[in-house]
């Protein structure tokens, strides 16, 4: 096992049972525990975000970096990108998951010209591919980053600007051909650029015109290299751009429908999102398995009495419940899985820390996993979900929904029968219900 960066923990966190007062320990995350046919491990997936938890320096707005990480410390750009790579491969093994994400320029530095930045890339992919091999790992999702230079300050795919658009295109292929390499299960598309911050200098209809192109275009390369791997589009409503077009599960769906692309794409639903769009979490799963399009899920929260995207890590019981009942009904994310996207606070400095926040978030999944399956199996919910549709099960419920009676037959059978009864929805009885699983 790889033995530098994190030298205070020397093996694999261990899984010790909820009785345990070992911080460093799984309370609930026994990875080959079977629930319902699955270990946990093939149930919840867990991947680490490259993004906040390697290249993560603890800035913000306000204040300079307050993490001083050993693996950033190489001067020269690829060194540093390499260092931080063996941190990143010591990391998962010691945590115990299987999978990881990064966006392109989280894993390779950016040269002074697109074509040396492409083969930095390359660089670190091939890097990568042998740490894979060595440890076993995983990528659940690729993705380019089409945000951070300033070049995309005003779009990406959905640039005003063709030449920018084009670059994006450029760069979104060869991102797609790194993931392809390192046997990528999905690609994440994520418009954090992709949206507008003045309707005075914007035509809504021509950008998602190119947003449709832009993906069109993705999606015949992706056939033309041979990626099985699933296509997600990421729904956030605002942050960076004041208003970004997928900004949740419903207008990014409908996007896909308006330009024949539902075919191609599955959503990527983050927690925190949800918040912001004024959603809860486990609404936007609802909606998007609903129309059988969840994919995969960036695990994190948001704070409430804050309106930005923290990006905290998952501790609410509540909160991961609900979602596993929604992942456990469609029968699991397929070739997706929980990625936390997700950060340590700013004064949490010590590396340490890293593995403290992620085992919060796999018990707080692994708990919810177990007490969502005991509801499914003892059928509490369901059979009052099954109930309360009863109606249409047969007579006029059936008719209407058969599609072979209209309004007028509606109203003549209406006229026929006593007033209908009003029926209690329950809700508090069923909010008991869930307590007392939540144990
Ligand atoms: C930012 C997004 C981003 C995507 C991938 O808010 O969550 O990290 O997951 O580009
Ligand atoms: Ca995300
Ligand atoms: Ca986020």
Redesign the pocket.
């Known amino acids: 096992m790889l033995n530098r960066f994190f030298p205070s923990i020397q093996k694999p966190i261990p899984f010790e049972g909820k009785q345990s007062k070992n911080p460093l320990a799984f309370k609930y995350y026994d990875r080959e525990q079977r629930v319902g046919g699955r270990t946990m491990a093939e149930h919840l997936r867990f991947s680490v975000?490259y993004?906040h938890t390697l290249k993560g320096d603890g800035s913000d707005m306000f204040g300079d970096p307050s993490f001083f990480r050993e693996w950033h410390k190489p001067a020269d750009p690829l060194e540093r990108a390499k260092a931080t790579m063996d941190a990143a491969f010591e990391f998962f093994q010691k945590l115990g998951v299987d999978y990881y994400c990064f966006?392109d320029r989280d894993i390779a530095p950016e040269g002074s010209t697109f074509a040396e930045t492409c083969r930095n890339l390359d660089v670190m992919v091939a890097y990568a591919k042998k740490l894979q091999q060595e440890t076993g790992v995983r990528l659940l999702w690729g993705?380019a980053?089409l945000f951070g230079n300033p070049i995309y300050a005003q779009g990406a795919a959905t640039s005003p600007n063709a030449h920018v658009m084009a670059l994006a295109a450029a760069q979104v292929k060869h991102a797609l051909d790194a993931t392809r390499e390192l046997g990528g299960e999905n690609y994440?598309f994520?418009g954090?650029r992709e949206g507008y911050e003045t309707l005075l200098n914007t035509d809504i209809k021509r950008e998602q015109q190119q947003m449709a192109r832009f993906l069109h275009m993705a999606v015949e390369y992706k056939k033309s290299i041979g990626f099985a791997g699933q296509f997600l589009i990421?729904p956030?409503p605002k942050?960076p751009t004041k208003h970004q077009y997928d900004s949740d599960a419903a207008a990014t769906l409908n996007f896909l429908r308006e330009f024949g692309l539902l075919d191609h794409f599955k959503l990527?639903i983050?927690a925190n999102?949800g918040t912001l769009a004024g959603h809860s979490f486990e609404h936007e799963l609802a909606v998007a398995s609903a129309a059988g399009m969840l994919g995969s899920v960036?695990a994190n929260r948001g704070d409430l009495l804050l309106g930005w995207?923290t990006?905290q890590f998952p501790t609410d019981l509540y909160s991961t419940t609900m979602a596993m009942l929604v992942i456990l009904g469609q029968n699991g994310l397929g070739t997706g899985g929980l990625n936390f996207?997700a950060k340590v606070r700013r004064s949490s400095t010590d590396p340490v820390d890293l593995f403290h926040a992620h085992i919060g978030g796999m018990d707080a999944f692994a708990r919810a996993l177990l007490i969502a399956q005991r509801i499914i199996d003892d059928k509490v919910l369901s059979s009052f979900v099954a109930e309360r549709y009863g109606s249409f099960n047969g007579g006029i419920g059936a008719r209407i929904m058969s599609g072979k009676t209209g309004l007028a037959d509606i109203e003549q059978w209406v006229l026929t029968q006593p007033a209908p009864l009003l029926q209690s929805g329950r809700q508090e009885m069923l909010e008991n219900i869930l307590n007392s699983y939540l144990q």
């Open positions: 975000a993004w966006h993705t980053n994440v994520w954090g990421e956030k942050e990527n983050e999102h960036d995207d990006d996207d």
